[in-house]
């Protein structure tokens, strides 16, 4: 008997992948997975506005027409590791962080709290941007690996 199973990488990825799928942004949709060194699931994340804040009732754009951040999404916006750690009632020393988007310095701060000693990210489309050179340094500096998922995503067949 074969078993075609995929492999713990591409399990935790495709979670964090789904996790994307409940974020409201119409730009950007970010998921985060937090996994324990034992294979366990710790904790789930996506972007989205704090709890019990509508979001019909906030801005979603990158931009303002009237040159406010206030008009924007971003004071707003929780991101997806930071939901992930906040949302989790474990303690993520050691843990991995599986997410779609390499973590901005905010949340690279948070997840070196945290105590995640590794970070596994698909895009990194912000790479050259002030904040994710401020992001890698931290990490490079807490020496926790960061690396790009060189996995496949799986399709799922019923």
């Not at 199973?5 to 789904?18: C, G, P, R, T, V």
């Amino acid at each position: 008997m074969k078993f075609d199973n995929i492999s713990w990488d591409e399990y935790f990825m495709s979670i964090a992948i789904l996790s994307s799928m409940r974020s409201k942004d119409p730009n950007t949709k970010v998921g985060a997975c937090i996994v324990s060194t034992e294979h366990k699931v710790l904790s789930l994340g996506y972007n989205g506005m704090p709890t019990g804040i509508d979001d019909r009732e906030i801005p979603w754009g990158r931009e303002s027409k009237m040159s406010s951040i206030l008009d924007t999404k971003y004071p707003y916006v929780c991101h997806a590791e930071l939901n992930a750690i906040l949302n989790s009632n474990h303690n993520l020393q050691g843990s991995t962080l599986y997410v779609t988007l390499f973590p901005c310095n905010e949340c690279t701060k948070a997840c070196i709290q945290a105590g995640i000693k590794k970070i596994i990210y698909i895009s990194d489309k912000y790479h050259d941007s002030e904040q994710e050179i401020a992001a890698r340094k931290m990490l490079d500096m807490a020496h926790i690996p960061y690396e790009q998922y060189q996995g496949r995503i799986p399709k799922i067949e019923f």
